[in-house]
């Protein structure tokens, strides 16, 4: 079990690429279940959930070959349409197999999906979208067991605008019989993302990137070539790096209009900011400016860069109020970052931060991939020598942070560790 070493206290600089995105990547995987043949996809993370998902492909019977951050993936012998729970328990994005699979296959069965422990994240708006759309579902051990002869185009509302729901039920249309209309849809660039390569593949899909989604069904699609777009979280993560230690950096191929609400909040923290094209300058102001935030769904403040802002105020000059309108539970990061010397208290869904002068080094234990992220921030700018033990989670959605931030003067290392306690 891994373990993160940070001497902290030392202003960030220099030059990082942003990865590309995790939460595009894993769905596009998927999609490649819907036509058989060879894919080629570019700009993919090299990460766990990434082999994860690799994994979970070759088991339905798919070719998968990563080579840097290009996968080539065969679908052409894929005719197993089952994700295992001993799998499927370590990625919820596992989940996303389900519409492909009832597609191309008119079976599947799914094991109820896990991933990060915090906050219960349902799936039942996946299922009612496969029901929606004509099939016949029953659960069975934990597995979502699924059937039909053929799809047919429905009228769904969604009750909350689900990335993952909107994903899945936007595959599984592109082969049904007749239109899909998705109300509520998320507006999500990975959606957009995962919505371009299945129109590449020949799907018919319009009203990308805005609630109201429609989807013709085709009789069948065919293999494409992609690339993933940049991970917009990860981006996030290192911006706010740059203010928390009072850095100046660069970020590479990163996509800002994807990160207008974050680069926003950050201006107001107290980032001087520059954009040019793809790349983003930051340059760290003193004070950091104590600032508000309450997640929404996109183009709102992405509740997965809550746990990294709450890291940020807790060095701000005043007190902000952070509050997460998506997962209310989603603060199990609060006690680590208390550990650094913190003053945060939660309350129903937000978290009441007094900024501190300073935060000092401790030993703290990451819960999820995001609290992972915050821990590390905290511990860049923290006084003295921290320990951030479990970073597996980060290594489900950050390739080689510890490398990135090394490159900007971090002084972190990774070690193999037990836990102390």
């Known amino acids: 079990m891994d373990k993160f070493v940070v001497e902290g206290g030392y202003p960030l600089e220099g030059e990082v690429e942003v990865s590309g995105s995790k939460n595009a990547a894993l769905p596009i995987m998927a999609a490649t279940l819907l036509a058989p043949g060879k894919y080629r996809i570019f700009n993919v993370p090299r990460l766990r959930d990434v082999r994860t998902m690799a994994h979970l492909l070759r088991i339905i019977g798919a070719k998968v ?28 994005a596992s989940i ?115 609630r109201r989604i429609s989807i013709e069904g085709v009789p069948g699609l065919r293999p494409a070539n992609f690339e993933v777009i940049p991970d917009r979280i990860e981006a996030g993560t290192f911006l706010v790096a740059g203010l928390i230690t009072g850095g100046r950096i660069t970020l590479r191929q990163a996509q800002p209009e994807h990160l207008s609400e974050v680069l926003s909040k950050l201006e107001e923290a107290g980032a001087q900011l520059s954009i040019d094209g793809s790349t983003i300058h930051l340059k760290a102001n ?85 609290a992972s992220a915050s821990l590390v921030l905290a511990a860049l700018a923290a006084e003295g020598h921290s320990e951030v033990y479990r970073v597996y989670h980060i290594d489900r959605g950050y390739e080689r942070i510890e490398e990135k931030l090394q490159k900007l003067g971090a002084r972190i290392r990774r070690e193999a560790s037990e836990l102390p306690y």
């Open 286 to 370: 003193r004070p950091i400016r104590a600032t508000h935030v309450t997640t929404a769904v996109y183009p709102g403040f992405p509740t997965d860069m809550q746990a990294q802002w709450i890291a940020l105020m807790s060095l701000a000059d005043g007190s902000s109020v952070v509050t997460d309108a998506i997962f209310p539970d989603r603060f199990t990061h609060v006690p680590e970052l208390n550990r650094f010397g913190a003053d945060i208290v939660v309350k129903n869904n937000s978290a009441f931060i007094r900024g501190v002068s300073a935060l000092k080094g401790a030993p703290v234990t990451s819960t999820d991939l995001r």
């Open 65 to 92: 070959d990563i080579a840097d951050h290009t996968l080539e993936i065969d679908t052409t012998l894929a005719d197993f349409p089952e994700a295992p729970y001993e799998l499927v328990r370590t990625m919820r």
């Open 96 to 210: 996303y197999v389900l519409g492909p699979l009832l597609a191309r296959f008119g079976r599947a069965r799914v094991s109820l999906p896990g991933g990060c422990a915090w906050g219960p994240r349902p799936v039942d708006l996946h299922i009612k979208g496969m029901q929606k759309l004509g099939a016949e579902i029953d659960l069975d051990y934990g597995y979502i067991n699924a059937r039909s002869k053929q799809l047919t185009g429905a009228h769904i509302a969604l009750d909350v605008a689900s990335v993952g729901a909107t994903g899945n039920i936007m595959m599984a249309a592109t082969l049904a019989e007749g239109t899909t209309v998705i109300e509520n849809a998320a507006m999500e660039p990975e959606i957009v993302n995962l919505g371009e390569f299945l129109q590449k593949m020949g799907a018919r899909i319009h009203g990308l990137g805005t």
